[in-house]
């Protein structure tokens, strides 16, 4: 019912920003949560902001450097990322389901990752 396309991944310096985004198709995505998670080689995959309707949370490494937003127009979230640190190297994958939360478990659907790497 959904499918979900990350992009906007890349290399930046420490300090830098990046605009990550997930392109998503079906009827459902204005009811649907939808998610960014991280993992990084050998680490578990990782929480970073979730969104459903007017709520939004976000992991604690996230709040005042990370931002997400949907532009319903273009079925497409965002997560901004700034302040980037070398510890927020990781692929970011974007998930979409039915509740909000923080918990990956919970998403029924994922997309493929968008790498993002940030140098010291």
């Known amino acids: 019912q959904v499918q979900l396309v990350e992009s906007g991944g890349g290399l930046v310096q420490a300090g830098g920003s990046l605009r990550l985004s997930c392109a998503a198709s079906?009827?459902?995505?204005?009811?649907?949560?939808m998610a960014w998670f991280r993992q990084a080689p050998g680490k578990e995959r990782e929480f970073v902001a979730t969104?459903?309707?007017?709520?939004?949370r976000y992991a604690y490494f996230a709040q005042g450097r990370f931002r997400m937003s949907r532009d319903g127009a273009k079925n497409t979230v965002y997560l901004q990322m700034d302040s980037l640190k070398p510890e927020d190297t990781a692929v970011y994958i974007c998930?979409?389901?039915?509740?909000?939360?923080?918990?990956?478990?919970?998403?029924?659907?994922w997309g493929q990752g968008t790498q993002v790497t940030v140098s010291s």
């Open positions: 998930a979409a389901g039915q509740w909000l939360s923080t918990t990956d478990g919970t998403y029924e659907y």
């Open positions: 079906g009827r459902t995505f204005s009811t649907y949560a």
């Open positions: 969104s459903r309707g007017g709520t939004i």
